[in-house]
């Protein structure tokens, strides 16, 4: 009988390491809950329920891309939930070689040199992950926009997997104003954005989120 046990808890060890070690886990564009107010709780959550061990194995995860502060300053620094996301995938995931994510939240700061300051201090946490081996960088464009060839080339000087994805504007009535459509488009991200910090921020200073063991 005990053999028995043994011989079916290894099976299902087995099972749960081809799960996590095979498959890609995608945490983007998560419309934050009361629980879960923060990129990173959701992480953390996860965490929770499969258990250090299990992290371990999980290889390839899809994550919304880093959030800065300081938009207007030639020092723009790492949002704080970005910052402890980064901390989590370091600390408990340590199996990770493959982290995936979108640039679309890099687009708001103001030019190319505070970009390239924030190129920077990313690639410094990329490579503080010691398991990574392959950053792929998602980048939407729209119809005939091309990626800046100076910050292509930089994401790439990092080694990083540039892929570039063509968002084609939908027909319309010729008089409409395209310009408008994608500052529409523009204005629901940064929306997105605001709700993820000001539900963050909100919950942090309530005392009894502070006490709360998902977010130890």
Request: aromatic share 12%; glycine share 2%; proline share 4%.
């Amino acid at each position: 009988m005990t053999s028995a046990r043994h011989f079916y808890a290894l099976i299902r060890w087995c099972t749960l390491k081809l799960l996590y070690s095979n498959n890609s886990f995608e945490f983007v564009d998560l419309n934050p809950t009361s629980r879960l107010n923060s990129k990173s709780a959701v992480l953390t959550s996860f965490l929770n329920q499969i258990g250090r061990p299990m992290a371990s194995f999980i290889r390839h995860f899809h994550i919304d891309f880093p959030t800065f502060d300081h938009y207007r300053t030639e020092t723009p620094t790492l949002h704080e939930d970005s910052i402890k996301t980064f901390e989590l995938i370091r600390d408990n995931y340590t199996g990770i070689s493959i982290l995936e994510t979108s640039s679309r939240s890099l687009w708001p700061l103001e030019n190319i040199a505070i970009k390239t300051e924030a190129l920077k201090s990313l690639d410094a946490r990329f490579k503080a992950t010691a398991s990574l081996k392959e950053v792929i960088v998602n980048v939407d464009v729209y119809n005939d926009e091309d990626l800046s060839d100076d910050l292509g080339k930089k994401m790439r000087d990092y080694g990083w997997i540039i892929e570039v994805t063509e968002l084609v504007i939908p027909e319309s009535d010729p008089e409409e104003d395209h310009t408008d459509y994608e500052f529409d488009l523009m204005k629901e991200e940064e929306r997105e954005d605001q709700k993820w910090e000001e539900v963050y921020y909100r919950k942090k200073r309530d005392p009894l989120w502070k006490n709360d063991s998902d977010y130890d």
